[in-house]
DNA sequence: AATGAATGAGACTTCATTCAT
DNA sequence: AATGAATGAAGTCTCATTCAT
């Protein structure tokens, strides 16, 4: 075996990398640890240097998750839900599309793998909020609590469906999530504006964003 | 061994049970047939006999599962889209409730064995459809072909979800299931009076369910 | 590979055997599975199919123990202590030369295996109390409880270290145990001519034998 | 990995006593070089440094191996070979009280590594040789060569025991040592006056110590 | 039809040892 | 002199699968 020095990233790196790929492709279990090492182009022993359990690597992984917190700020369009939804959907398509696989990797090994569960959990709420908080700042006026959270817990469903579980279902492409999200938008501005004002349960300024 | 009586079921009806919370619970590639075997309470050689070769377990889980076409007329209340949709899931959860591991099983297992995953997606493509479905029949009128496809997906996803991925999510419990159907159901039905009768695009009677 | 049927012993006695000679002459951890089945001439798998886990052959080793108990009657010479440890002595030869080798292991084990251990104690107590058994049978009236216990433990532990550790020591034949032996009955019967009669600590009849 | 200060011994020395620690405990096998050097707390590197193979370790500590010479002069008491015995063993008890570990080390791995097998067994002709002078410098006079060979074996047999082995015996205890030192005194003066003078076997003033 | 012994490929993991620094 | 990354051989154990009965 030639092989030694890091080539394009670190042995550990490579390892990861590989181990994230194979993982998302064939699951955890079916994975042979050798199979990573290879791929990886590393002797086997370095695979169990590195990380001494095969459960390591899940762990590493999810330490891995890019953090997908976006300023609120910088998506919002004042006024218009429906863009601003449109246009914080578009950045978390860019960020998540590295990770898509480690994503989806995440939702199959959850059972069995506390911590992998807490990871793909607090991702899920971090989603809903930044979902809401965008709501809440484009917001229109006049829009009921109920009707934010039952937006925000939609959108981040069909978000998150489509970054972490879709593969299995039918591909509906980009047009099915513009369309949903429309509807989303269109229904939360119906609704503000068909209950009038003062129906006393509408936001006051102190909802705190993320909250 | 003694055991031999079939008595509450065959052998090979309590191996596929045995198969199914197992899998369910640990993933197939973790589950060994011999802990399948020492569940259903038959010898080793057994589950072998019935089941050459261990995917073929798999395979036999996918037939059992449950048909869940539902006749659209039994659930749906003419004119009132929330209640139709209500009763709907609510029947679904009744018909579903049996098979829960089994839904949640094949999400995990989709990737690898083809077959679960048409399996899994010709289920879903049903699901979508008995809600479109429900909310032509129940329809106030006036609604656009757009809308109903947004709320039937997003509907057919919150459900869909529940029985099958829920199991690692924030337990939402079945509020949130009613809150987000009758933000969708109140969605379309304001859409529908604000849009006003004649934007060209409502639906003609050509729309076959199921298409 | 042709191998197929029992041979000889059994799969599972030829296992036990390779076992013992490979743990007595190369020590339990020194000495791989693989290299029992090798010599079992067995494939590797069944090795474990009959022993899941390496420690189980140790455990199995020591249930074959041969039970060395030996008949008191069978080997004293009423008044002839020397003569009667000497019976005794080549009997217990004669029953454990079949297991020199396990014994030894035994000791080598004992450390780390509990079980071994407990096996290895037991064996010893009996030899105390069978050594102490044939010096009462003999006995020619006037010995000390004290002597007697001395004796016997003088000469159980000779025997014992032959038999399990004296691969190690200087091999000093059977002429040592003789001498030794002898020393040991001569010691006995000059200690109680010497004191007499009636010191008031010899035996009375309630001694149990064994205890 | 801050650790440097030789502080209370070089880091060898630490190696050293953390291998005696760790292969009397486990044995030899079972005890990774890495342990060791967890437990001496340096590098794991530095271990193969000063110790290339790991069978190095067994060597260097056989070689740190007490001389436990004593001087006969010091522990004889004329013309009492109890008392004379009794403080033989009280002194190499207290000598070898520091090596304990390392002596039971010894009769582990005495087959599988000569020179620990040699080293074990100088030590044991050394101690018969001790017990031998010892009887002889406090000798009564008329004792038979056998005699004498006898109890030096036996008593050499009981110590070595306890000091080697014992570990896994029931704990006998001090006064099981004591009453069997005291028969092997009484049985040698016992014999020596019993058989009176001039059996042509006794001592003449050959007999070479420690032969 | 049913069973459990038997098989062997291969998985994970450990570890002594080497080597570049 | 000292270190820790790196290596690969080997070990224990699991398991699907086959086979004789």
């Given at each position: ?23 998302a ?8 640890t ?43 369009v ?25 994503s ?83 229904a ?5 504006s ?17 909250q």
């Amino acid at each position: 075996m030639a092989r030694a020095r890091p080539a394009d990233g670190s042995a550990r790196e490579r390892i990861l990398v590989a181990a994230e790929e194979l993982f998302a492709a064939g699951g955890f279990d079916a994975t042979p640890t050798s199979r990573i090492a290879e791929r990886a182009d590393v002797p086997k022993g370095l695979v169990h240097y590195y990380f001494r359990r095969k459960a390591d690597l899940l762990t590493a992984l999810v330490e891995r998750l890019p953090d997908e917190r976006i300023e609120t700020a910088k998506v919002v369009v004042p006024g218009d839900i429906a863009q601003s939804l449109r246009r914080l959907v578009a950045e978390l398509d860019r960020r998540l599309s590295s990770s898509v696989m480690l994503s989806h990797l995440l939702w199959r090994e959850a059972d069995t793998h506390t911590g992998v569960r807490d990871a793909l959990q607090d991702r899920y709420q971090q989603l809903v909020a930044q979902v809401r908080a965008v709501i809440l700042a484009a917001g229109v006026g006049g829009l009921a609590v109920a009707d934010i959270d039952s937006a925000s817990g939609l959108l981040a469903l069909a978000v998150s469906y489509r970054h972490s579980v879709a593969r299995h279902a039918v591909d509906e492409g980009p047009d099915e999530m513009e369309r949903e999200l429309e509807f989303i938008a269109s229904a939360l501005t119906a609704r503000a504006s068909e209950r009038g004002a003062g129906t006393g349960d509408e936001l006051g300024g102190a909802l705190k964003p993320g909250q």
